[in-house]
């Protein structure tokens, strides 16, 4: 069994153990994605996954999505606007240690929170259990963040 299959398998049944609702999701940018569904109380989608570029790395996401009133007032941004907007989400997530990246998904706006943990020879339950409580508060901290500011 391959490195990514197991690390796969032990995520999954971590997640089974946790009485979690996930699935499998296809991406061709991942040895495999796991999206964890209705997590913490603004119930943000998260994905767990192990990106083809970097093997061993395991990287998880929370996914939050602009309302539509927040999207069509992000789409009507100039650039500098933009460019302004995406600054302070940057500086934000930057001050409560995560990573973030802005992108569109079926036609949302959305801010991906990130957590990356890359000692694949020290994974446990415990740590990818804390690790995903750990994106989740940073996702709804970020969601929160971009209510009042946006």
């Known amino acids: 069994m391959s490195n990514a299959n197991r690390l796969c398998n032990n995520v999954e049944r971590w997640l089974i153990h946790e009485n979690y609702s996930f699935k499998n999701v296809k991406d061709e940018n991942n040895n495999f ?59 934000y997530c930057d001050s409560i240690r995560a990573v973030s990246k802005i992108f569109k998904e079926d036609g949302k706006v959305v801010v991906g929170v990130y957590l990356v943990l890359d000692k694949i020879e020290n994974f446990n339950q415990q740590i990818v259990l804390d690790a995903l409580g750990q994106v989740t508060e940073m996702s709804e901290k970020t969601n929160q963040f971009i209510m009042k500011t946006f």
Do not use: A, C
């Open 33 to 91: 994605t796991i999206r964890v569904n209705d997590v913490g109380s603004f119930r943000i989608p998260i994905e767990i996954f192990e990106p083809k570029k970097q093997s061993g790395v395991l990287v998880l996401g929370g996914k939050v999505y602009l309302k539509n009133r927040q999207t069509g007032r992000y789409l009507k941004l100039t650039d500098s606007e933009r460019q302004k907007f995406q600054n302070s989400v940057k500086e």
